[in-house]
């Protein structure tokens, strides 16, 4: 180090003092270290001891036994527990009157239940219905065929509530059972004792004119537009009037537009009789389905439902709401946010005919049967109206497609007369599982045009069949376009 001008002595001072100050700053550096070093180790104690007492992040959740018992129980709908409760009911009450105590359904043995259901079906009886002088009836009162069956499904429900291994509908311990049950329905079929299945009335073409006339009140009716969205979602997505409206909410659709015009369609699935989206379930298609506007201004379904949504209370959650009594035809708002009861449904298509004048009972059910009606006569294929009205298989919709109108009723009978006269020859109809009626033309001694030399084609664009013999089978009061006909001997 060069000190410059500064003396020996100086100097010697100076590196005294420099050599005192690298020592002091040592040490003050090895302190700092320490202390520092002491509050890592202190640092990584607590982190330590923090990690210790909060318990590390589950990835799965934890399920108690009540919350596994609550959901084995949803997997019924509330109709199908109170329809159990009903079919074990009326058996209790079978034991009780006949042994003289209840039947230990947790512990009975399958062959001991077996014989007492044997039994049971032979001497169920419901409840003697009194007449309006509150006497009662002298006619034989028996259980319709379907209520049987429907109290062995329930007592067979009840048995898989219970978690017993039983099927009293399949298992071989309950074939001697079910063979009485059947040979009881075919005996009362030859004594003239068993009662026809009442089907869901189809509603007639009249009644629906009439319907249609009165709904096109809709834009000047709080109650009127109501019933009116309420009507139309109920054709369009083949509904039966009640637990789909039930689920529907204010957002629940969304609008569209393509080159036909507007549609609305579903956004999220909904529970119904024949979707309750478990197991065993096929997807629901309802948000495939769409309701298209039509060009009647006054009473366009897409319209409609829009301004329902527009007039009701930005607070309300669902779609059908209690409305203003006191609210004017030009308002903002005519529906509160205060939704309708499920039950309110049930009542919407009676007050609709009561209200047009319509005399016949017609239930929302009778207005869902009416659709698959005139989808099935209007020729679509089966897995076609399956996709709107959610059936699982065809044999299910054969119910409603053995239903006949009025219109095709009188038909029916006037073919009948007409044979019964020998008025006239009839006309072949053929009728597929799949289409409704159709006609078939009648090849039977029919006059076919000249005959066409072998192998010769004849390609034509049109043919005129004014031109043919007018009697000469399908060729009559027909037309043909971009076809080719090959005729050989």
Not at 324 to 341: G, V
Not at 377 to 406: C, P, Q, T, W
Not at 467 to 485: D, K
């Amino acid at each position: 180090m060069d000190y410059g001008c500064f003396t020996v002595e100086e100097i010697d001072l100076l590196e005294f003092t420099f050599s005192e100050d690298d020592k002091l700053l040592q040490t003050i550096n090895l302190d700092v270290f320490a202390e520092n070093t002491a509050l890592s180790s202190e640092n990584v104690s607590i982190e330590m001891a923090k990690n210790e007492t909060e318990p590390p992040k589950k990835r799965f959740e934890t399920t108690s036994n009540a919350e596994m018992e609550k959901l084995f129980e949803a997997r019924q709908a509330p109709n199908t527990k109170r329809n159990t409760s009903w079919g074990s009911k009326i058996f209790q009450e079978w034991n009780l009157e006949t042994n003289g105590c209840l039947m230990d359904m947790e512990t009975v043995e399958p062959l001991v239940l077996a014989n007492s259901l044997g039994r049971f079906y032979c001497e169920a009886r419901p409840q003697p219905k009194k007449s309006q002088s509150h006497e009662y009836t002298e006619e034989p009162h028996l259980y319709h065929k379907n209520s049987l069956i429907n109290i062995r499904a329930a007592i067979n429900r009840h048995l898989a509530d219970l978690r017993r291994d039983i099927d009293i509908v399949n298992d071989k311990e309950f074939k001697t059972s079910n063979g009485i049950l059947d040979g009881l329905f075919k005996e009362r079929t030859r004594q003239g004792l068993s009662k026809p299945t009442k089907h869901k009335a189809i509603i007639d073409e009249a009644d629906l004119r009439k319907i249609y006339s009165y709904l096109q009140g809709a834009k000047t009716s709080p109650i009127i537009l109501r019933q009116a969205v309420w009507y139309f979602l109920a054709v369009h997505f083949v509904s039966r009037g009640m637990e789909f409206h039930h689920q529907l909410q204010r957002n629940s659709f969304e609008f569209h537009e393509d080159e036909s015009g507007k549609y609305a369609t579903l956004k999220h699935d909904t529970l119904q009789k024949t979707f309750q989206g478990g197991l065993t379930s096929n997807d629901d298609q309802s948000t495939e389905k769409r309701m298209h506007a039509t060009n009647d201004p006054s009473c366009c379904p897409v319209e409609l439902l829009t301004l329902l949504i527009e007039k009701t209370d930005k607070n309300a959650s669902f779609l059908f709401n209690q409305y203003f009594r006191d609210s004017a035809i030009d308002a903002d708002k005519w529906f509160a946010a205060k939704p309708l009861s499920k039950r309110t449904f049930a009542s919407f298509l009676g007050e609709i005919c009561t209200a047009v004048g319509v005399q016949k009972k017609y239930t929302p059910h009778c207005l869902r049967a009416t659709a698959i009606t005139y989808l099935n006569d209007s020729g679509f294929e089966a897995r076609h109206i399956m996709f709107m009205s959610n059936h699982k298989n065809e044999s299910s919709l054969r119910y409603y497609n053995r239903s006949v109108s009025s219109n095709q009723k009188k038909s029916l009978s006037k073919t009948l007369s007409s044979m019964a006269s020998a008025s006239r020859s009839p006309t072949p109809r053929v009728q597929n599982e799949n289409t409704a009626l159709l006609p078939i033309p009648v090849l039977a001694n029919v006059n076919m045009p000249p005959p066409i030399p072998q192998n010769i084609e004849l390609t034509s664009n049109v043919v005129n069949t004014q031109e043919i013999n007018p009697n000469a089978g399908f060729f009559n009061n027909s037309s043909f376009s971009n076809c080719t006909f090959n005729f050989t001997k």
